[in-house]
């Protein structure tokens, strides 16, 4: 709504009304407060939708009200996780993402087992339509045929929400020229949380087993030999010595001491400290605990 005026009014109502009805959900009571119009009425009966008003500041009576804040607080959390210097001007570009995330957060009043988002749309497909952290600095891919010859194959701007009607595209908003595009290829660049990234362990066992791939499969016109029995066991043995450093690390490193004194429990109360008694060689000398203390203070 541009305005609280009784035009504006019904424009709002007739938009989501005929969006409910093509979705086959056909309104059969409202609840307005007392600045309906007159024109918003007669609107609803020649519908065919009942209506009741409700008292003025009778919040509780008014099922709005409550969805209103919940809006609010959503649309709130949305701002808070965008980027500090995004301009807050966009705040109006971020609304449809936002309703699609709380409709996908809250159930169906008609049916419990679905989503609001599925009762109305269907079921949501992330593959189709990817989103990220609304309000994130972003680097758009330009083509070659949109770019001049020494351009930067990239221009900043910022995400907004997805694309719906697009295939793996989002909106972007570019402060330079202050118009939205659809895009396709982004590089994001998070300021709140901490891009995933692969460890060194995976990132080994990962070439272990694309080496291991490419020497049992070799290209026909590869001038590598055939690998024999004993290098296929060979490989096939370090490949599940691979799996087996991925999937169980390995422990940390315990100190052993000397007269097969068990090790001490490793707690924030209990620090690892042999026992006062024990001894062990230091510096070529046979000497126990508290005599080391001593040296080493010196």
Not at 105 to 126: E, T
Not at 154 to 167: C, D, K, N, S, T
Not at 188 to 211: C, E, F, G, I, Q
């Amino acid at each position: 709504m541009t305005s609280r005026t009784g035009p504006a009014l019904l424009a709002a109502f007739k938009c989501i009304h005929q969006t409910l009805t093509s979705r086959g959900l056909q309104p059969k009571l409202q609840r307005l407060d007392n600045e309906a119009s007159t024109a918003l009425k007669q609107y609803m009966l020649d519908e065919g939708v009942d209506f009741q008003l409700t008292d003025a500041g009778m919040h509780r009576r008014f099922a709005s009200e409550r969805a209103i804040r919940t809006f609010k607080n959503h649309l709130i959390a949305v701002l808070c996780s965008t980027n500090p210097e995004f301009p807050l001007q966009l705040c109006d570009c971020l609304l449809p993402q936002a309703l699609t995330t709380l409709n996908l957060l809250r159930g169906s009043r008609i049916n419990p087992k679905l989503l609001a988002y599925a009762q109305l749309n269907g079921a949501f497909d992330f593959n189709r339509t990817p989103m990220g952290l609304p309000g994130t600095r972003v680097l758009v891919h330009e083509l070659p045929e949109a770019r001049g010859t020494w351009a930067p194959h990239a221009v900043p701007g910022w995400y907004i929400g997805p694309a719906f009607e697009h295939y793996r595209c989002y909106r972007v908003y570019f402060t330079e020229t202050a118009k939205e595009r659809i895009a396709n290829t982004l590089v994001w660049y998070l300021s709140h949380v901490v891009m995933p990234k692969t460890s060194s362990a995976d990132a080994a066992t990962a070439a272990a087993r694309n080496l291991i791939y490419a020497l049992q499969n070799p290209h026909p016109a590869a001038p590598i030999a055939p690998l024999a029995d004993d290098h296929r066991k060979g490989l096939q043995n370090l490949a599940e010595i691979f799996q087996q450093v991925a999937t169980h690390p390995e422990p940390a490193p315990r100190v052993l001491f000397a007269n097969n004194q068990p090790n001490l429990p490793t707690t924030a109360e209990s620090p690892r400290v042999p026992p006062s008694g024990t001894a062990f060689t230091y510096a070529g000398a046979t000497r126990n605990c508290g005599q080391v203390r001593r040296e080493l203070a010196r």
